[in-house]
């Protein structure tokens, strides 16, 4: 297996954590759709400084991410537009790529960490992961101990942050990253 092709599988996973209506395209719908979720799921409601913030990021995310992928400007994006976005360069950077994801890990941390603590239990991560991207349990629970670099039993936001850097940086299915979003399409 090539590094294109490793690439290109964690780049079909990714876009179907996107697409979480599942109708094979990614839309504006699906981002807000998916922070909305994850608010409910820990109870922040409508208004909620957490959650407000959490919306506003998920927009802008999907606002960056329309404006770079949308090649026939419908308005979504399909799974071949998000693929060449990346080939043209859309994380660029390891450094635009840190600047890009740290505000929205903060903001899910602010969402999902019940106790304030800064970092996410099993628990919390199983249900974030679940509510944002409909990541089965069964993935969570595995990823979250790989996740967990100084054997606490908790994750914070370097940690996650690390973790996708290299999902999409590290051409590796061993390293990290590599099995962030579960099992990786054929």
């Given at each position: 297996m090539t590094n294109d092709d490793i690439l290109d599988r964690k780049l079909t996973r990714r876009f179907q954590t996107f697409d979480v209506d599942n109708n094979?395209?990614?839309?504006r719908r699906d981002f807000e759709n998916s922070a909305i979720r994850l608010a409910d799921e820990?109870?922040?409601?409508?208004?909620?400084?957490?959650?407000?913030?959490?919306?506003?990021l998920s927009l802008g995310l999907w606002e960056?991410?329309?404006?770079?992928?949308?090649?026939?400007?419908?308005?979504?994006?399909?799974?071949?537009?998000?693929?060449?976005?990346?080939?043209?360069?859309?994380?660029v950077t390891e450094e635009s790529f840190e600047a890009g994801y740290r505000p929205?890990?903060?903001?899910?941390?602010?969402?999902?960490?019940?106790?304030?603590?800064?970092?996410?239990?099993?628990?919390?991560?199983?249900?974030?992961?679940?509510?944002?991207?409909?990541?089965?349990?069964?993935?969570?629970?595995a990823v979250h101990p790989r996740l967990d670099t100084d054997g606490d039993g908790l994750v914070g936001t370097d940690e996650i942050l690390q973790a996708i850097r290299g999902y999409y940086f590290d051409e590796s299915l061993d390293g990290p990253g590599g099995w962030l979003l579960g099992s990786l399409p054929n």
């Open positions: 094979g395209r990614i839309e820990f109870g922040r409601a409508p208004g909620a400084p957490a959650r407000e913030r959490l919306l506003e960056r991410l329309v404006s770079a992928a949308d090649a026939d400007s419908d308005g979504t994006i399909d799974l071949g537009e998000y693929k060449r976005a990346f080939t043209a360069g859309l994380l929205f890990l903060e903001a899910i941390m602010a969402v999902a960490d019940t106790d304030g603590d800064g970092q996410l239990n099993l628990d919390e991560y199983i249900r974030w992961t679940g509510a944002l991207m409909n990541l089965p349990e069964s993935d969570a629970r």
